[in-house]
Structures are given as C-alpha cells and as structure tokens.
C-alpha cells in the first residue's frame, strides 16, 4: 500500500516537473532536444507494446511512422484538412496497413520475421520514391507554414510542439499500463515467452499479435505526422527512414524490453548521449553516433540483456533483501 | 527483343553469382549456428576495402587478393564467433537479431569515419574487356567473378559433402544434441562455419571490386538481397541459397531492364512477398522456423 503511494507522489511530482519544463527553460535549442526525446520515447514506447511484450521484433516500424505522415500531409496539402484531423486518419491507416503485412511476416518467426519487417518497410519506400505523381516522389513537399495555426497543429513556441508530443507520450504510456494490468498483456507475455505452449493453452496468438500490432502501428503513425508537422517536411527516406525503424527497437532495447517505463530510460540516456556527442564533436557526427549508440546496445545485449530497468530492478531487489535480512533475524525466536 | 531479354538474363546471372556466395554464407550460418547474421552485408564490405587498399597501395590485382581477403575474413569470421555470438545462443531470439544486428551497424559506421562516403573505385586490365556472342555481350570481369563464385560454391557442398568437418558441420545442424554425442564439438564447427560464411563474403567483396564501387553502405545492397534469397530457397540450404540467388539476380536484372532503372529492388521485394504470401516454406519446400 504504501509502496503505491509513494509511486503515484512520484508520478505527481514527475508530471509537475514535466510540465514546468518548458516554462522554466527557455532556450530553445534545449527544448527541441526535450522534443526529441519525448518524441523518440513515444515511437519506443509504442514499438515496445509489439516487441517488448509479445518479442514480435520488427525493424519496420518506419512503415506506420512513413505512412502515419503521408497521409497526414496528403489531407492537408490536398484538402487542407488540419493535420490534427490527419494524425488520427494516418493512424487508422496504418493500423489498416498492418493488417496485410502482419498477415505476410507472421508467417516468419524469429529474425525472419524481422527481415519481412524491414523489406517491407523499405518496398514502401520504394513505392512512394517511384510513383511521384501520387505524393511527390523524390522531391519531397515543404509544408506551408502559417504561423501561429494552433488548429492546423502549427505554433510559433516550441514550448507547444513540446506540450503535443508529450501528451502523445502520455497516452502511450496510459495505453501500455492498461494492457500490462489486463488479461491482453499477460498473453502478449506468454506470446513473447514462447509462443507454441502459449497457443497449447489456449491463447489466440494470431489474433493477439494482429490486434498489438495494429495498436502499435496506429501509435507510431501518430508519431510520423507530428515529426513532419514538426520539421515542415516530408520525403520518403525522412518518412520511412531505417533509422527511425532501428531507433524504436534500439531505445526500448536498452531502457528494458517490455517494461513500461524501459523506452523513456532508454531514450534519456541514448539521446542524451547523442547531444552530449554532438556538442563535443560539432555536428558533423552521424559516424559516430550510431556506432557509439551501436556500442552501448552491445554492451546492453552483452551484459544486460535486460536493459537498464532490469539493472535498476535488479539493485532495488538486492536492497530490499539487505533491509529484510535484519528484521527476519529479529523476529526469529 | 529477344537479344534483350537475352542480354539481361545473362547479366542477372552474371551478379546472381555474388548474391549467391553471400547468401550461401547466410544460410550456412542460419544452418549450422541458427542464427541470422545480419552483418553479413557488411564482411562483403570489408573485403571490397581490403581488395581496394591492396591494390591501390601494394598494386596487387583483386583476383589475387581473394587469398587474402578470404583467410582474413575467416579469421574475423571465428573471433566474431568466439567473443561474442557464442555468448548469446540459445532459445532467445532478441540477443540474436541485435547482437548481430549492433555489429553491422557498428562496422557500416566505422567504415563511414575511417573511410569516409566516398565511392571508391578500382580500374584492372579487364574491367572493361568484354566477350562476344553473337549481339550478346559478356562483360570480362563480371563472367571471371561468375566462375569463381561458382567454383567456390561447388567446394563448399563438395566440404560439406566429403570431409569429416563438413559432415560434422552438418550433424551439428540437423540434430545438435545429437552431435555433441557422437563427440563433435559444436564450439569448434560452429567458428568454423561462421568463418566460411565469412570467407565467402570477403570472396564476393574481392570479386565485386574490378566492376563495383566501394563504400560503406554497399553491404545492405548485397544481404537485402541475400536474404531474400535465403527464403526463397528455404532457410538453411545450400543448394536452395545458390539457385534462388540466382533466380533474384535474373528478375533484378529483367526488372531494371523493363520497369525502369530504379526497379531493381521492387522486383526483387515483390518476389519476397509473394514468397511469403504463397510459399512461406521457399522453393525446397520443408519446414519454417
């Protein structure tokens, strides 16, 4: 009991702070890495509800990201409907497109299931690269800026983009603790653990993938229209960039697979890195970005396979048998 | 017309040989160690850098530093094995696909700070002979590349075939519990097959070399393609790996031929899907894991 409480004072005070963020930094140099970080944590966050839990380990995600963005500025540029209408629409979508090509790679398992991912993600990129008359091919399309547009998901404040993704972060992180305390996360689990004895006792496993999978596409989609509402702009390899595929898997991996809180630590600590790289080293660092970030995920697989949160659970654990230790010796006769 | 369809089927063939020794070394791997390599794109890339330097620094022609860019390659091949795959085998996916996956992204951006994105690349005496054949034509380098990649393909099976450690590299894959029984020592033939697999990639970079430029990205070209080719010719096998290999450089080559130069590759995803789609099991039929 009172171990919850001390949980929800935690979750207050870091909501608090989190608010106040933006108020209190003003640069805004600062502030865009805060985006960037709430952004990627969400992307993690929502890439880990499919390859946290159930272990379906997909490097495609920049599918739904891709198409979550394109369809988005379609509407806008085309119709000009307001990208907040658009984020939605991309995310059904997505969730659409994940239904053929869940139905196509989970055929595979294991790392072949992974590779379907990424071809898949990659032949969308082709597609959108050739057929240039649908949207915009190579070129790509600058998106109109209009000012002070809070309706059409444009402010002049960083500090409001900053509100938007974070509120995106929430409602990720809301979504996966519903599913960890309901009957669908302790299937995912037993789908991660192994999927054949899942199935032997009664667990669905085509359709809870399906259905995790179609969630966790919808996520990422509303993470692909926010990113180029954020950064006016739009090409097939920003859209669908591999990068964007590895970064989901890769801070999920290192913060805790299949924790909720693992893809925040994990991008806090990988994003932070990277700036701290950047400032150090100029900008002329995508080398040594990634191998460094390709260093720390080996070292995590390597050594903790179970991320930071399993390396923070791991210390609380050793702590509380120290302070048991004592009081069971004094209640011993 | 038909000199065209012609034309492009023998390219495809021509390249189909190097997709076939990456892929080969793929499904060695997949085969005898069980995992994926997701790195293997970037050893071809390794040994297009050591052919390169080789030559332009020491003036010594690619066909001849395959006996040095393959026994390197193997060496590499066991330590990688060694240090770090063997650490993480066992019924755990996840530490699999990003150890292997970390790797490549680790090499591929080593190569993009010590050598920078250029392209480079190399011009030997036969880069742009070519034979004749009727209106066909038959490009020196690509054909000497072909027969190779063929010739070692064919040593490999006849290894695997013939000798106690390929026959013990199969025991080991087909019934590993097995094999460690009949006293075969897995740690041993699976460095060994993880340095073949590697071999055989720094073969198809040496080989590439005289008509394919270096940098750090090309590896990803070459194991998209290999693992396509790996499913389609049925997770594991050797034989499988080569004729779909072959098969996927043919349908590039027709597809960059008739659909336009930048359709290469949705060709050849097209055939993955559709591989998926109908038969997930590849072309040899058996099982999926």
């Given at each position: 009991?009172?171990?919850?409480?001390?949980?929800?004072?935690?979750?207050?005070?870091?909501?608090?702070?989190?608010?106040?963020?933006?108020?209190?930094?003003?640069?805004?140099?600062?502030?865009?890495?805060?985006?960037?970080?709430?952004?990627?944590?969400?992307?993690?966050?929502?890439?880990?509800?499919?390859?946290?839990?159930?272990?379906?380990?997909?490097?495609?995600?920049?599918?739904?990201?891709?198409?979550?963005?394109?369809?988005?500025?379609?509407?806008?540029?085309?119709?000009?409907?307001?990208?907040?209408?658009?984020m939605?629409?991309?995310?059904?979508?997505?969730?659409?497109?994940?239904?053929?090509?869940?139905?196509?790679?989970?055929?595979?398992?294991?790392?072949?299931?992974?590779?379907?991912?990424?071809?898949?993600?990659?032949?969308?990129?082709?597609?959108?690269?050739k057929?240039?008359?649908?949207?915009?091919?190579?070129?790509?399309?600058?998106?109109?800026?209009?000012g002070?547009?809070?309706?059409?998901?444009?402010?002049?404040?960083?500090?409001?983009?900053?509100?938007?993704?974070?509120?995106?972060l929430?409602?990720?992180?809301?979504?996966?603790?519903?599913?960890?305390?309901?009957?669908?996360?302790?299937?995912?689990?037993?789908?991660?653990?192994?999927?054949?004895?899942?199935?032997?006792?009664?667990?669905?496993?085509?359709?809870?993938?399906?259905?995790?999978?179609?969630?966790?596409?919808?996520?990422?989609?509303?993470?692909?229209?926010?990113?180029?509402?954020?950064?006016?702009?739009?090409?097939?390899?920003?859209?669908?960039?591999?990068?964007?595929?590895?970064?989901?898997?890769?801070?999920?991996?290192?913060?805790?697979?299949?924790?909720?809180?693992?893809?925040?630590?994990?991008?806090?600590?990988?994003?932070?890195?990277?700036?701290?790289?950047?400032?150090?080293?100029?900008?002329?660092?995508?080398?040594?970005?990634?191998?460094?970030?390709?260093?720390?995920?080996?070292?995590v697989?390597?050594?903790?396979?179970?991320?930071?949160?399993?390396?923070?659970?791991?210390?609380?654990?050793?702590?509380?048998?120290?302070?048991?230790?004592?009081?069971?010796?004094?209640?011993?006769? | 017309?038909?000199?065209?369809?012609?034309?492009?089927?023998?390219?495809?063939?021509?390249?189909?040989?190097?997709?076939?020794l990456?892929?080969?070394?793929?499904?060695?791997?997949?085969?005898?160690?069980?995992?994926?390599?997701?790195?293997?794109?970037?050893f071809?890339?390794?040994?297009?850098?050591?052919?390169?330097?080789?030559?332009?620094?020491?003036?010594i022609?690619?066909?001849?530093?395959?006996?040095?860019?393959?026994?390197?390659?193997?060496?590499?091949?066991?330590?990688?094995?060694?240090?770090?795959?063997?650490?993480?085998?066992?019924?755990?996916?996840?530490?699999?696909i990003?150890?292997?996956?970390?790797?490549?992204?680790?090499?591929?951006?080593?190569?993009?700070?010590?050598?920078?994105?250029?392209?480079?690349?190399?011009h030997?005496?036969?880069?742009?002979?070519?034979?004749?054949?009727?209106?066909?034509?038959?490009?020196?380098?690509?054909?000497?590349?072909?027969?190779?990649?063929?010739?070692?393909?064919?040593?490999?099976?006849?290894?695997?075939?013939?000798?106690?450690?390929g026959?013990?590299?199969r025991?080991?894959?087909?019934?590993?519990?097995?094999?460690?029984?009949?006293?075969?020592?897995?740690?041993?033939?699976?460095?060994?097959?993880?340095?073949?697999?590697?071999?055989?990639?720094?073969?198809?970079?040496?080989?590439?070399?005289?008509f394919?430029?270096?940098?750090?990205?090309?590896?990803?070209v070459?194991?998209?393609?290999?693992?396509?080719?790996?499913?389609?010719?049925?997770?594991?096998?050797?034989?499988?790996?080569?004729?779909?290999?072959?098969?996927?450089?043919?349908?590039?080559?027709?597809?960059?031929?008739?659909?336009?130069?930048?359709?290469?590759?949705?060709?050849?995803?097209?055939?993955?899907?559709?591989?998926?789609?109908?038969?997930?099991?590849?072309?040899?039929?058996?099982?999926v894991?």
């Amino acid at each position: 009991m009172q171990g919850s409480s001390l949980k929800i004072a935690a979750l207050v005070v870091l909501a608090i702070v989190l608010l106040a963020l933006p108020q209190v930094v003003e640069s805004s140099f600062a502030i865009d890495i805060f985006v960037r970080i709430l952004l990627f944590s969400f992307i993690g966050v929502a890439w880990n509800l499919m390859g946290g839990y159930a272990k379906q380990l997909s490097l495609g995600h920049a599918a739904y990201f891709g198409l979550g963005a394109y369809t988005s500025t379609l509407m806008q540029i085309n119709y000009g409907i307001s990208p907040w209408i658009g984020m939605v629409a991309g995310g059904v979508v997505a969730a659409a497109a994940s239904l053929p090509i869940g139905w196509l790679c989970f055929r595979l398992r294991g790392p072949y299931f992974t590779i379907a991912t990424i071809a898949t993600a990659q032949a969308l990129m082709l597609i959108f690269l050739k057929f240039r008359d649908f949207a915009w091919g190579a070129e790509g399309i600058t998106i109109p800026i209009l000012g002070n547009a809070p309706l059409m998901l444009q402010f002049e404040s960083k500090a409001a983009y900053y509100y938007v993704v974070l509120g995106l972060l929430a409602l990720g992180l809301l979504i996966t603790y519903k599913i960890e305390q309901s009957w669908m996360g302790y299937y995912l689990v037993a789908i991660g653990e192994d999927e054949d004895a899942a199935e032997a006792i009664g667990v669905n496993a085509p359709r809870i993938k399906r259905d995790v999978y179609m969630l966790s596409a919808f996520l990422t989609a509303l993470a692909g229209t926010f990113y180029v509402q954020y950064i006016y702009f739009i090409d097939p390899p920003t859209a669908f960039s591999l990068n964007i595929s590895i970064e989901a898997a890769l801070v999920a991996i290192v913060g805790g697979i299949g924790t909720l809180w693992g893809p925040v630590i994990g991008t806090l600590l990988l994003e932070t890195t990277s700036t701290l790289l950047q400032s150090w080293l100029g900008s002329n660092t995508g080398g040594i970005q990634l191998t460094v970030y390709a260093l720390i995920l080996m070292a995590v697989i390597l050594w903790r396979p179970n991320g930071l949160m399993g390396f923070v659970n791991e210390l609380l654990q050793r702590r509380r048998e120290q302070q048991q230790k004592p009081a069971r010796a004094r209640t011993a006769p | 017309m038909l000199e065209t369809v012609a034309q492009a089927v023998i390219n495809g063939l021509l390249i189909g040989g190097i997709y076939a020794l990456v892929s080969i070394g793929v499904t060695l791997i997949f085969g005898v160690v069980k995992i994926v390599n997701f790195a293997q794109g970037e050893f071809v890339m390794i040994g297009m850098y050591i052919t390169f330097f080789l030559f332009n620094y020491l003036g010594i022609d690619p066909l001849l530093s395959l006996f040095i860019s393959m026994p390197v390659l193997f060496v590499i091949g066991m330590l990688v094995q060694h240090f770090l795959i063997r650490r993480v085998l066992g019924p755990n996916d996840m530490p699999q696909i990003f150890l292997t996956f970390a790797l490549s992204l680790l090499l591929l951006n080593l190569a993009l700070l010590l050598f920078s994105a250029d392209y480079r690349t190399i011009h030997t005496s036969y880069s742009d002979a070519a034979f004749h054949l009727g209106g066909l034509y038959v490009p020196e380098a690509k054909l000497i590349a072909f027969v190779v990649a063929m010739a070692l393909s064919g040593a490999l099976w006849i290894f695997l075939r013939t000798t106690d450690l390929g026959k013990a590299m199969r025991a080991a894959s087909q019934k590993p519990d097995v094999a460690v029984l009949m006293g075969i020592n897995p740690n041993r033939v699976f460095a060994v097959a993880f340095g073949a697999a590697l071999a055989l990639a720094g073969a198809a970079g040496s080989l590439l070399m005289p008509f394919y430029s270096a940098y750090p990205f090309v590896g990803q070209v070459f194991v998209l393609m290999a693992f396509v080719a790996v499913v389609l010719g049925t997770l594991g096998n050797v034989v499988g790996a080569l004729v779909a290999s072959l098969m996927m450089g043919v349908a590039e080559s027709l597809g960059i031929q008739f659909v336009g130069a930048d359709s290469g590759l949705i060709v050849v995803f097209a055939m993955f899907l559709l591989t998926l789609a109908f038969k997930p099991t590849g072309l040899g039929g058996g099982r999926v894991r």
